[in-house]
């Protein structure tokens, strides 16, 4: 059928979804322990390389429309799709999204935090509870019987209650043996519309939160998005099964 259609995945395939979201799950446990003033986005991508290889697991990002690197590394204003560089030096005060998936025994697994350089402003460390907050609310609307945009909508109306605004220009999906799958995600929409959603479903869910405007630009990189008046922006994703029992996230501990 048409690219729009949406996969169910049975137990097993859940299953081996899991083991894909657990290994993003620990590695990026990992990076967040080492985060810390003078580190760079560099060195967090090499530790990633040498996780990988202990566990036999494929970055899903390098190589994804030619996209070089395992993670993508993006510091207070860069919304997503920043790149690691050995010029990237983070100091205390910065926040920093590590935006992290890989591919193992047939399946992808994809997720997203946002971490704190040593001390941050009140407005950073609030954004980033607001993000984290919309994804928890997000994870809960993940549920047999609701609409996708009641997913969006849960997110939307805790960020904008918060006097934030929700990046439009990206948007979550599916995932399973492919990195995106159908559906497309969005962070915003109405309550009530969008596919109802059904048992085996595996949703990557992704709201991208900014202090200001929710507009965007592109770098030169032809990668990193920024926000377009350089206020910060926060990024929270975890891959979620829909079942029977409820919402399953996959890239948990
Ligand atoms: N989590 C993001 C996404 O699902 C990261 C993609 S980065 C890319 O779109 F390099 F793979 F594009
Ligand atoms: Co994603």
Request: hydrophobic share 35%.
């Amino acid at each position: 059928m048409g690219r729009e259609t949406i996969i169910l995945r049975s137990a097993s395939e859940i299953e081996r979804l899991r083991r894909s979201n657990v290994i993003v799950a620990e590695i990026l446990e990992i990076l967040k322990e080492r985060v810390a003033d003078g580190i760079t986005t560099m060195d967090l991508e090499g530790i990633c390389v040498e996780e990988l290889k202990k566990r036999k697991a494929k970055p899903a990002f390098k190589g994804y429309r030619n996209y070089p690197y395992c993670l993508c590394t993006s510091i207070n204003e860069e919304v997503v799709h920043g790149m690691p560089s050995s010029k990237r030096v983070l100091k205390s005060g910065d926040i920093l999204s590590i935006d992290f998936g890989v591919y193992y025994d047939g399946y992808y697994g994809d997720s997203a935090v946002t971490v704190p350089v040593g001390e941050v402003s009140p407005e950073a460390s609030r954004l980033i509870e607001v993000t984290a907050t919309c994804l928890e609310r997000a994870i809960e609307n993940a549920r047999i019987g609701n609409r996708l945009f009641d997913i969006s909508y849960s997110i939307q109306s805790y960020a904008e209650g918060k006097g934030f605004s929700v990046v439009r220009a990206f948007v979550g999906h599916g995932i399973g043996s492919s990195l995106h799958e159908p559906p497309q995600v969005p962070n915003f929409g109405e309550p009530g519309k969008g596919v109802r959603l059904k048992e085996g479903m595996v949703l990557a869910i992704e709201p991208m939160i900014s202090a200001g405007t929710h507009e965007v630009h592109i770098m030169d990189d032809g990668w990193t998005a920024v926000t377009a008046d350089g206020r910060l922006s926060a990024h929270f994703e975890h891959s979620v099964a829909i079942t029977k029992d409820g919402p399953y996230v996959l890239s948990r501990l």
